[in-house]
């Protein structure tokens, strides 16, 4: 599994930002896939998941009704859709390969993690 996080950059708050997670190895399709973020000093956090089919999303209280995570049919690239951003979502974004089909939101349900992608909000 290689992944590749992007699509982070600076916004105003307010303003949208959609991430992407891709599998350059194409070898995710059957796996759970979920986002986490880490701000500077904190500890990393749960943000959204998405089970192996799309069909069982979760999301961290602090972003529901304002991130969407969605997958590809192909199966291989992961969308993070953020509106409504805040300056407190500010943060390194991850995404991260779980250990099996289904949606985790413990980051010990994860195997594999890719490269964060950085994304701040002025307010």
């Known amino acids: 599994v290689q992944l590749q996080a992007s699509g982070g950059g600076l916004v105003q708050a307010g303003g949208s930002l959609r991430l992407s997670c891709v599998d350059s190895?194409?070898?995710?399709?059957?796996?759970?896939v979920g986002w986490f973020r880490q701000a500077a000093g904190k500890e990393r956090e749960f943000v959204a998941t998405?089970?192996?089919?799309?069909?069982?999303?979760k999301y961290a209280d602090s972003v529901k009704d304002r991130f969407t995570i969605s997958r590809d049919r192909g199966g291989n690239t992961v969308y993070l859709q953020m509106n409504s951003l805040k300056s407190e979502d500010t943060a390194v974004y991850f995404c991260?390969?779980?250990?099996?089909?289904?949606?985790?939101?413990?980051?010990?349900?994860?195997?594999?993690w890719g490269q964060g992608t950085q994304v701040t909000v002025s307010s």
């Open positions: 991260a390969v779980a250990r099996s089909a289904s949606s985790s939101m413990s980051a010990a349900g994860y195997r594999y």
């Open positions: 190895k194409r070898t995710f399709s059957n796996n759970g």
């Open positions: 998405i089970d192996w089919r799309g069909g069982s999303v």
